[in-house]
Every structure is written in C-alpha cells, then in structure tokens.
C-alpha cells in the first residue's frame, strides 16, 4: 500500500484490515491467469494491433514497416523482425497518445506546462501519472486494444493531472472529458495485459 507522507503505520494497517476481501479476491482472479509464454514473430504470424489482426510479411525492399489490408508488412532491410514490428508499433501508439493527450488536455482546459511522454512495456498498469516530473507513461502493450480504450487511458492520465486519486471527483472530472469514463475504466480492468505479440 502506499499513503502520502506523515500517514501513521495504523492508519494504514487500518485501510489495509478493512479491504481484505478485495484485496483476497483479487490475488485468486490473478493467481488464476496463465502468463502468456514468450512469443517469437516469424514470417506469417499473426498480432493484434489497435483490435485488428494482421499476418506478418517480409518483402525484399527497404522502407518501413506498413500496413496493407490485413497483413503487416516489414521490409527485409529492416533487420531483426521483432525489432522492425516493435519500433512499428512504439512509433503508432506514440502517434495516438500524442494526440489523445493534446485533446484530452484541451478538454479538461489545462494550462501548465508541457506534459511529458514516455513509452515502455509494462507489465501491471496501461498507464501512470508521475506528478513530479509531469510525466504521463503509457504502456506499449496499449497498441494491441482498440483505439477506444488508447483513448480513455489517455483520459485517465489527463484526469490524475487534476485530480490525484480514484475519489467520486475523479471519476466525475473524467466523465466531463471522455463519454462513458466510469463504464470503459471497468472494461479495461477486465484486460489482460498479456506479452506485446501475445
């Protein structure tokens, strides 16, 4: 558990004692989840990207990886193929949070300084607010789920800007700048995470 500063070991113990239930139930829900082994890309496998599927394709040319239909298709000069694909999909979730966040802040009327963005792989959370560096992490694995719950992340983390913990004012700020907030929060907790070609 985490509590801010000065917070008496009691107090917490308290907290703790009194979200036993929940706090049981959720260890049996994870206990019960498989780890996704690790996978390995290779020419005709299958990913998910923004809830779409596409088959993997090499092509002999040079260029970057690009969609076309339903297939990914990563030129042979790229190099390693698990590389190309991730640098690929870093380079889309990138684009979507960028614009999600800009729009989201606009929404919610912010005008502090410039938010920061990170973009890394992992493994418990979609996304984070880090208040002291003014920095919004989101997890790459983002890039696997329809856009819809890339947006609301965005969301998410634009809300803990104004708002620092999961109070009712939380969730009525998010309702304020993202359609059903409270209702796609339930939905992506349902998500899986999972591996990044899993």
Not at 129 to 146: D, G, V, W
Request: hydrophobic fraction near 40%; charged fraction near 25%; proline fraction near 3%.
């Amino acid at each position: 558990a985490s509590a801010p500063y000065g917070v008496s070991k009691s107090v917490i113990d308290d907290f703790v004692n009194s979200r036993s239930d929940w706090i049981k139930e959720q260890r049996q829900k994870l206990s019960e989840i498989v780890p996704a082994a690790p996978a390995e890309l290779s020419v005709g496998s299958v990913i998910t990207l923004f809830g779409s599927q596409y088959e993997i394709s090499l092509v002999k040319s040079e260029g970057e990886v690009f969609i076309s239909g339903e297939k990914l298709i990563v030129p042979m000069s790229d190099g390693n193929l698990e590389t190309a694909v991730l640098r690929f999909m870093a380079k889309e979730c990138r684009k979507i949070c960028t614009e999600a966040v800009k729009y989201y802040l606009d929404r919610a009327g912010y005008k502090g300084n410039p938010i920061a963005l990170d973009f890394k792989y992992l493994k418990s959370r979609w996304g984070s607010y880090n208040r002291q560096k003014n920095l919004i992490t989101f997890n790459l694995a983002l890039c696997k789920l329809p856009e819809k719950y890339v947006s609301y992340v965005a969301a998410h983390e634009v809300t803990h800007i104004f708002v620092h913990n999961h109070s009712d004012d939380f969730y009525k700020f998010g309702e304020n700048i993202f359609e059903d907030f409270l209702k796609t929060d339930r939905e992506l907790n349902r998500i899986r995470i999972g591996g990044l070609f899993s």
